[in-house]
């Protein structure tokens, strides 16, 4: 394992393990000089050849990777199992070698490695003829279930740990994408409630001065000195209309910037996951102002909005028709329905009311038709403005 990617508390049990691992050689040295043995340079060299493998496993980089390490751990078995054969005190080293086996291999081989290690050391203690008591069978399988409850119980703390650290990481990336929404939904709010307040003010005023200018330009009798002042008048209003409408229009969603109100509905269609939603357009299109497109656009992304995340519908269809006197938007799905009586009063501003009164801002109608089991079908018609009122 690369040290790099170690927490604290894996350092600590790492650097734990490698005084372990020390300790116990040198305590297998030091028991073999001071016996009569002599084989006790033999498990001297065993012992150093051990330490040096063990050492190589923090000093080689390829020891990181998982072929690597289990090439190392191979390794290091191999000449403890020499030890092993060499001196009885070489069973002590088992109870490292357990955890470097449950750490470094997959748990379908860790297990069977120790147990094959547990077995190994009882093996050479009766092998080496050491007097026969539980302790010599019980030590080392004792052992071996003390580090396979160890490193199962870390395993999966440090599991838990990561998943919540992962928890925490989504809540805190979403709270930034609910926090750059919200302001993205404010931005757009002001955006059309400023073409709004143009639209119905500013607008209307010089649209409704031109006007008056153009039935007193009539009413002049000719060659007044009066009519150069009324036709400047005038064209100065219908210069600022122009640039009041060119305002209403920059601050319209940019859903509408690129193409018409038919187009950005068969472009939200497009774009509806989980759902199979068709536009239909009927009747002769004519232009809406820019309010009234606004207004039937985010109706209709509501409306699917919610359709998308509650009615659990397969299919939508939204149909935008042309009347003589009035345009209508209905958005019908095939979900599962609700009664309208008991719906919610809103949901951060996509609910019923904030629909019906978008609609009935500009004087228009909402209605909701559904039942529980029998779908949906939201419907608002919009009277069209008088010709020339803007």
Same mark, same amino acid.
């Given at each position: 394992?690369?040290?790099?990617?170690?927490?604290?508390?894996?350092?600590?049990?790492?650097?734990?393990?490698?005084?372990?691992?020390? /300790?116990?050689?040198?305590?297998?040295?030091?028991?073999?000089?001071?016996?009569?043995?002599?084989?006790?340079?033999?498990? +001297?060299?065993?012992?150093?050849?051990?330490?040096?493998?063990?050492?190589?496993?923090?000093?080689?980089?390829?020891?990181?990777?998982?072929?690597?390490?289990?090439?190392?751990?191979?390794?290091?078995?191999?000449?403890?199992?020499?030890?092993?054969?060499?001196?009885?005190?070489?069973?002590?080293?088992?109870?490292?070698?357990?955890?470097?086996?449950?750490?470094?291999?997959?748990? @379908?081989?860790?297990?069977?490695?120790?147990?094959?290690?547990?077995?190994?050391?009882?093996?050479?203690? +009766?092998?080496?003829?050491?007097?026969?008591?539980?302790?010599?069978?019980?030590?080392?399988?004792?052992?071996?279930?003390?580090?396979?409850?160890?490193?199962?119980?870390?395993?999966?703390?440090?599991?838990?740990?990561?998943?919540?650290?992962?928890?925490?990481?989504?809540?805190?990336?979403?709270?930034?994408?609910?926090?750059?929404?919200?302001?993205?939904?404010?931005?757009?709010?002001?955006?059309?409630?400023?073409?709004?307040?143009?639209?119905?003010?500013?607008?209307?005023?010089?649209?409704?001065?031109?006007?008056?200018?153009?039935?007193?330009?009539?009413?002049?009798?000719?060659?007044?000195?009066?009519?150069?002042?009324?036709?400047?008048? @005038?064209?100065?209003?219908?210069?600022?209309?122009?640039?009041?409408? @060119?305002?209403?229009?920059?601050?319209?969603?940019?859903?509408?910037?690129?193409?018409?109100?038919?187009?950005?509905?068969?472009?939200?269609?497009?774009?509806?996951?989980?759902?199979?939603?068709?536009?239909?357009?009927?009747?002769?299109?004519?232009?809406?102002?820019?309010?009234?497109?606004?207004?039937?656009?985010?109706?209709?992304?509501?409306?699917?909005?919610?359709?998308?995340?509650?009615?659990?519908? @397969?299919?939508?269809?939204?149909?935008?028709?042309?009347?003589?006197?009035?345009?209508?938007?209905?958005?019908?799905?095939?979900?599962? /329905?609700?009664?309208?009586?008991?719906?919610?009063?809103?949901?951060?501003?996509?609910?019923?009311?904030?629909?019906?009164?978008?609609?009935?801002?500009?004087? /228009?109608?909402?209605?909701?038709?559904?039942?529980?089991?029998?779908?949906?079908?939201?419907?608002?018609?919009?009277?069209?403005? +008088?010709?020339?009122?803007?």
């Amino acid at each position: 394992m690369d040290p790099r990617s170690l927490t604290p508390v894996l350092r600590v049990l790492r650097l734990c393990l490698h005084l372990l691992m020390a /300790g116990l050689l040198v305590l297998v040295a030091a028991r073999a000089l001071a016996g009569d043995s002599t084989g006790a340079g033999a498990v +001297v060299a065993a012992a150093v050849v051990m330490a040096v493998v063990y050492g190589a496993g923090s000093l080689i980089p390829a020891v990181h990777t998982r072929a690597g390490a289990a090439l190392w751990l191979a390794a290091l078995c191999a000449v403890w199992l020499v030890l092993l054969v060499l001196s009885p005190d070489g069973l002590w080293l088992a109870f490292p070698l357990y955890f470097l086996q449950l750490h470094l291999l997959p748990a @379908r081989w860790g297990v069977p490695a120790v147990v094959l290690t547990a077995g190994a050391a009882i093996a050479s203690y +009766v092998r080496h003829g050491q007097p026969l008591n539980p302790g010599a069978f019980i030590g080392p399988l004792l052992g071996a279930a003390v580090a396979v409850a160890t490193v199962i119980g870390y395993q999966t703390l440090y599991r838990e740990s990561e998943r919540r650290r992962r928890l925490i990481e989504e809540l805190i990336a979403t709270r930034a994408e609910l926090a750059a929404a919200e302001r993205t939904a404010g931005t757009l709010a002001e955006r059309e409630r400023l073409a709004r307040e143009i639209h119905d003010t500013l607008a209307q005023g010089l649209s409704s001065i031109q006007l008056l200018l153009r039935a007193a330009q009539r009413t002049l009798p000719p060659q007044s000195p009066a009519a150069p002042h009324i036709e400047q008048a @005038r064209a100065a209003a219908q210069d600022n209309l122009a640039e009041a409408r @060119r305002f209403v229009r920059a601050l319209s969603p940019p859903d509408l910037e690129s193409g018409s109100l038919a187009g950005a509905l068969e472009r939200l269609c497009a774009t509806a996951p989980g759902l199979t939603a068709r536009f239909t357009e009927s009747g002769t299109p004519s232009g809406l102002p820019t309010p009234y497109e606004v207004a039937l656009l985010r109706i209709a992304q509501s409306a699917l909005a919610n359709t998308v995340r509650h009615a659990d519908a @397969r299919r939508a269809e939204i149909t935008l028709s042309f009347m003589d006197t009035a345009v209508a938007l209905d958005i019908v799905d095939d979900g599962r /329905g609700f009664d309208p009586a008991s719906a919610p009063s809103g949901d951060g501003g996509f609910g019923l009311p904030a629909m019906r009164s978008r609609a009935e801002s500009l004087g /228009g109608t909402f209605t909701v038709e559904s039942a529980p089991g029998q779908g949906t079908a939201v419907a608002i018609t919009l009277p069209l403005p +008088v010709e020339g009122s803007s």
